[in-house]
């Protein structure tokens, strides 16, 4: 029996993924928002140092936009050495700067690691994330997955590992139309109804704006895979799973309804109610610097400028955070407008602005490529309500390289698919490749 080490290759975006909760949570053993926060700041300084010596090792992988990102994250970190030289004598003299422009090597990291080593796809990776949220829920947070844990607004799953479900949701989703499994039409609703349980309204955002997406485009670009066939089971399950679900709430737990009616308030009024508010007084409160600091923002004056945001919900007013520590944006926009301005921000939005700019020309016919697409795209609106994951990063590289190989490069499809998986050139080239 010949023995398949392709599940090998899945360590480079574990490596990845294990800087969110929801796998390093399975060592750890801990549950909570704050649980072993020295030992993933540890390893946060480790996977970006990883990243850097797989980027300039496997520099000669990278491809397109890649490239642009790799230098512009080089160019703004020498920029930053210098200035720590001129300004204080050493090299580095706050890491807590210096990592805001350096997690854009888990990009490209990712994306060179597998240009030269791929043999997985968006299918392992979705199996991966789901192993990971089946272990956590069974081993950790377990007592999360409740009638009283919904009320009483208790998560248990982070927003970020919330938003790991969208690469499994976009995935099922696209395969269940070009293959009509139903196992695929089941892992979808699955990832659908998890996200929508454990009520991080800024993932219910992301989710339904990257179906809807989704959705149009597979509209466009093959028409023919969305036949009332697909359809009906697609939206005549939920109509009537949710009407046995109201029915069901509304004699056992009417307290139910009342939290999604609040939760769907909260998105209407982000402004005004809910965290939405928390968001716009920390906006508020720290706007006037990114205005007087618009092209390459505060840098090292940032992190020594005294915390500048305050509990408004406190009488006598409190800081959120320490002082000494850095400013902990729940905005990706704002964090880094405010540490390296205007420039800082075209880098890291390069890759979402190619995606975006491609779909608009010319919208990938690849389920894959245009689940990927999709996902990378939505990580803008995330960025909205909190800064993007460390572990987006690996996907978003990942995701940029299968893009490039299924729609760009079809003659060296075999070169990151596993031996059984279908030619690129055969019939069945636009649908989602097989893999065991």
Not at 30 to 40: F, K, M, P, V
Not at 333 to 352: A, C, E, K, M, R
Not at 372 to 391: A, C, E, F, M, Q
């Amino acid at each position: 029996m010949k023995i398949n080490f392709r599940f090998l290759y899945i360590v480079g975006i574990l490596a990845a993924l294990y800087s969110d909760v929801l796998f390093s949570d399975l060592l750890s053993g801990a549950a909570s928002e704050d649980s072993s926060a020295y030992g993933l700041q540890l390893y946060t300084r480790i996977l970006v140092g990883g990243s850097i010596l797989v980027s300039v090792l496997l520099y000669r992988y990278m491809r397109g936009i890649t490239l642009w990102v790799f230098w512009g994250a080089t160019t703004i970190t020498a920029l930053l050495v210098c200035e720590s030289l001129l300004r204080y004598g050493v090299p580095m003299i706050y890491p807590h700067v210096f990592q805001k422009a350096m997690v854009l090597y888990i990009l490209t990291a990712s994306y060179a690691f597998y240009n030269r080593f791929g043999r997985i796809t968006m299918g392992d990776i979705s199996t991966l994330i789901w192993i990971g949220f089946v272990l956590n829920l069974g081993l950790v947070n377990y007592k999360a997955v409740s009638i009283g844990a919904f009320l009483n607004h208790d998560r248990g799953i982070v927003a970020s590992s919330a938003l790991l479900l969208v690469t499994p949701l976009l995935y099922h989703f696209n395969t269940y139309f070009t293959t009509r499994a139903a196992k695929h039409l089941l892992l979808f609703f699955m990832a659908a109804g998890a996200i929508f349980f454990f009520q991080h309204r800024t993932v219910w955002v992301v989710s339904a704006a990257a179906l809807g997406v989704n959705f149009l485009l597979l509209l466009r670009v093959a028409p023919q895979r969305i036949s009332l066939s697909k359809l009906t089971p697609m939206l005549g399950i939920p109509v009537v799973l949710m009407m046995l679900a109201t029915t069901f709430i509304l004699v056992s737990y009417p307290e139910v309804l009342d939290k999604v009616s609040e939760n769907m308030s909260d998105i209407e009024n982000s402004s005004s109610q809910g965290t939405g508010l928390w968001r716009r007084e920390q906006f508020r409160s720290y706007w006037p610097f990114v205005v007087s600091h618009p092209v390459a923002g505060m840098r090292f004056e940032g992190f020594e400028l005294p915390i500048q945001f305050y509990d408004p919900e406190q009488e006598n007013g409190g800081t959120v955070f320490e002082d000494g520590y850095g400013h902990f944006f729940h905005s990706f926009y704002l964090d880094v407008l405010f540490y390296l301005g205007g420039i800082g921000l075209i880098v890291f939005i390069l890759p979402h602005l190619s995606v975006a700019l491609r779909l608009v020309r010319r919208p990938p016919v690849s389920p894959e490529a245009l689940a990927w697409s999709t996902l990378i795209v939505s990580t803008l609106i995330y960025g909205y309500s909190y800064p993007l994951p460390l572990s987006t990063y690996g996907l978003i590289g990942f995701g940029l390289l299968r893009i490039r190989v299924l729609e760009d490069d079809p003659e060296h499809l075999h070169e990151a698919l596993p031996t059984n998986a279908p030619s690129a050139t055969a019939p069945s080239d636009l649908s989602v490749p097989q893999h065991a």
